[in-house]
């Protein structure tokens, strides 16, 4: 379990420089919360890997999109960049997962997750939990794009700040319930079927 509260750890790292945003945004507009968040979100990254030591390659992918669209905001004046940002990165993050599902050996929340001694689940378990997220952040993607083109800036915003972050934590936390119920099966299924000295 101790891995699995690191995760959410870092899920709140990867909160601060939107809480940031979020408050620069209330106070001045969405072009100085945009300056703000191409600064805080590289910090962001900096700090998790001075704590954990590591830095998944999709984290990195993901703070290169937000540099990228950020400043396309910046240089153009124009908010459509920064809410395209959204529905570009759950989509990749989507299609990463399902890449690795059907196109390699390994899911990837196998290969992020599975290295870890106390995590033991069965292939299939890490299909279902992959999938489920490469439909959650579908779900997010499409979602973005009605609020973000149909609705009020506002909405946009506290959808983006909270309503994303709120329903990735949850469905962090239904995950963690998901590994830590079937790592038990799985360990009371290899304790039953080994062998008596």
């Known amino acids: 379990m101790y891995t699995l509260v690191l995760t959410v750890m870092k899920q709140i790292i990867d ?6 945003f979020f408050i620069v945004y209330k106070s001045y507009d969405v072009f100085y919360a945009s300056g703000v968040l191409l600064i805080t979100t590289p910090l962001a990254l900096f700090a998790t890997y001075v704590i954990y030591k590591k830095v998944e390659a999709v984290a990195k992918i993901a703070c290169i999109i937000v540099m990228f669209f950020t400043s396309l905001t910046l ?7 920064i809410k395209w940002k959204v529905t570009i990165i759950y989509t990749l993050f989507a299609l990463i997962l399902l890449f ?9 929340m196998q290969r992020i997750l599975g290295h870890h001694q106390e995590i033991k689940l069965l292939d299939s378990n890490w299909a279902k939990l992959n999938s489920a997220w490469a439909i959650f952040f579908t779900i997010c993607a ?11 800036l506002d ?29 038990s099966k799985k360990k009371a299924n290899e304790k039953k079927n080994k062998p008596s000295e």
Do not use: E, M, R
């Open 15 to 20: 909160f601060i420089p939107l809480v940031i």
């Open 75 to 81: 240089i153009f004046h124009s908010d459509i960049f």
């Open 100 to 108: 690795s599902q059907f196109c390699t050996k390994k899911p990837l």
């Open 142 to 152: 499409v979602s973005n794009i009605y609020i973000a083109f149909w609705l009020p």
């Open 155 to 183: 909405t946009w915003i506290n959808f983006k700040v909270f309503g994303l972050t709120t329903a990735t934590l949850l469905f962090t936390i239904l995950s963690i319930v998901y590994i830590y119920k079937n790592t």
